[in-house]
């Protein structure tokens, strides 16, 4: 494992300030005292780990990654419980996402436990960031870019930085829970192919995907659902958000789209399919057309959609819009399964329920 320098920040915000900061946490804006970083080199592997200051980078305007674009990142949290430990959720997982991402953008893998090193380093350094609450965490962003300079590259970047930030998050959808969601079926742009990057977390996926969400914003929507490239007919993603379809009835069933390399294969949405069949639901990974989902919510054989990920944790979906016509999920609100999963997953995150897969790894 890398050997990691502790250099801690002697100007870190006040006990009032930082309580300041927690009283209203706002994802992705206010950030912690410090951060990790490692760094990679062809001659010399991952090496100068250190935890250090939180502060900005000196690269120069030819570095790699500002044109050629080399860069993935995770999402992860840090949960505080009602004993006042503080614990992660799936971090192997998201470890291997990462190194999964890696190699599809010809970048170095990190070892999973040197990441995992990271992310606990962080969290414990910064442990009075993370905010009490039922649905507050610790937001935490590891992710790494090529830092080579020049251009004209016809190959990989021969360096790279991977760095762990975090930031106090609230519910995203509020203290009051998630509400239903209005989506727009995107019919003119795709996110991504087979043999793509779709199944990555690449930063560029993200770029690419803001003028369709310009889109369905202007068409007074909260999210984009992706279509597939080639026919763009089979439903794949909701933003950055993996779905699923719920089938009512005495023993409801939940569908998720196959993973196709098109898809980016959650963290989430894998703990879902897990957590259903132990909730008495049938799971299953299936293809879902657009003329489908309309077609099965008319004649009210399904009954639910939500969205999953770990910003959101579960996000119900109530109404579609489209260039060919809209339609309404059920009764357009949150549906007991939604909430039943949800309450399920929330209560393994926050230590509340048994964790009979030892998804919860405590930290400090």
């Known amino acids: 494992m890398v050997q990691f320098e502790i250099c801690p920040n002697g100007e870190c915000l006040s006990d ?9 946490p706002s994802f992705g804006r206010q950030f912690t005292d410090h951060m990790v970083t490692v760094r990679w080199t062809e001659e010399r592997g991952w090496h100068d780990g250190r935890l250090e200051p939180y502060g900005p980078f000196t690269l120069p305007p030819a570095t790699s990654v500002f044109h050629y674009g080399q860069a993935v990142f995770e999402g992860m949290k840090a949960y505080r419980h009602d004993s006042g430990s503080i614990a992660l959720f799936r ?7 990462f190194n999964r991402s890696a190699r599809r953008l010809a970048m170095p893998e990190l070892p999973v436990d040197t ?18 609450g039922d649905g507050n965490s610790l937001y935490l962003r590891p992710f790494m870019i090529a830092t080579q300079p020049g251009l004209g590259f016809t190959h990989p970047s021969s360096s790279y930085l991977f760095c762990v930030i975090a930031s106090p998050a609230a519910p995203y959808f509020g203290p009051s829970g998630p509400r239903a969601l209005t989506v727009w079926l995107c019919d003119d742009y795709v996110r991504a192919a087979p043999g793509g990057t779709g199944d990555a977390k690449a930063a560029g996926n993200y770029a690419g ?22 026919e763009h007919r089979w439903v794949e993603e909701m933003g950055g958000m993996n779905l699923f379809f719920v089938y009512g009835g005495s023993r409801p069933r939940i569908v998720t789209p196959k993973l196709t390399g098109a898809l980016l294969p959650g963290i989430t949405r894998d703990s879902l399919l897990t957590l259903a069949g132990e909730l008495g639901m049938a799971a299953e990974e299936d293809r879902m057309s657009t003329s489908r989902w309309q077609s099965d919510c008319a004649s009210g054989a399904l009954t639910e959609t939500f969205a999953c990920g770990t910003a959101a944790v579960i996000s119900p979906v109530g109404t579609v819009r489209s260039t060919t016509g809209d339609w309404q999920i059920g009764d357009g609100q949150p549906g007991p399964v939604t909430h039943r999963l949800r309450t399920a997953l929330l ?11 030892h998804w919860v790894h405590k930290v400090c």
């Open 91 to 97: 971090p192997m997982a998201n470890a291997e996402r």
């Open 115 to 132: 990441f995992v090193r990271a992310v606990e380093l962080l969290v414990t350094q910064d442990r009075d960031w993370v905010p009490p």
């Open 16 to 24: 009032d300030q930082r309580a300041a900061a927690l009283a209203q």
């Open 209 to 230: 995907a803001f003028l369709a969400t310009r889109q369905a914003t202007a068409q007074g929507c909260d999210q984009v659902v992706w279509l597939d490239a080639a």
């Open 347 to 357: 209560d393994i995150q926050y230590g509340r329920g048994p964790d009979p897969h």
